[in-house]
Nanobody, 128 residues
Framework: QVQLVESGGGLVQAGGSLKLSCAAS????????GGWFRQAPGKEREFVAA????????YNADSVKGRFTISRDNAKNTVYLQMNSLKPEDTAVYYC?????????????????????WGQGTQVTVSS
């Protein structure tokens, strides 16, 4: 089993920044990738960003390119999401997820169904 715990969410004004963290514990050996998704009220969960465990490849949704940066620290089993220039439309519950059981090619990491484990989510609220 793998446990994912997110932290770093909160309330911020538009134009501000937040950094989310996702700490993994348990049987994380062989992790393929870590990702972030978000879900706003009344909307479907959507992909935000992903990073392979080697760190060589990152993927970002068009809506966050140039504003959000995903990174990882393998020694700490932690994936981060630095969010800058936040907008009210970024308001959502942000979920961390991990691909562990089977690795995929890049485009699969945009799909929530590719992920084996999920965190409980952390709320990000951006006020205008």
């Amino acid at each position: 089993q793998v446990q994912l715990v997110e932290s770093g969410g909160g309330l911020v004004q538009a134009g501000g920044s937040l950094k989310l963290s996702c700490a993994a514990s348990g049987r994380t050996f062989g992790t393929c990738a870590g990702g972030w998704f978000r879900q706003a009220p009344g909307k479907e969960r959507e992909f935000v960003a992903a990073i392979t465990w080697s760190g060589r490849s990152t993927y970002n949704a068009d809506s966050v390119k140039g504003r959000f940066t995903i990174s990882r620290d393998n020694a700490k089993n932690t994936v981060y999401l630095q969010m800058n220039s936040l907008k009210p439309e970024d308001t959502a519950v942000y979920y961390c997820a991990a691909v562990i059981l089977r690795c995929f090619s890049g485009t699969a990491y945009y799909d929530a169904a590719s992920y084996d484990y999920w965190g409980q989510g952390t709320q990000v609220t951006v006020s205008s």
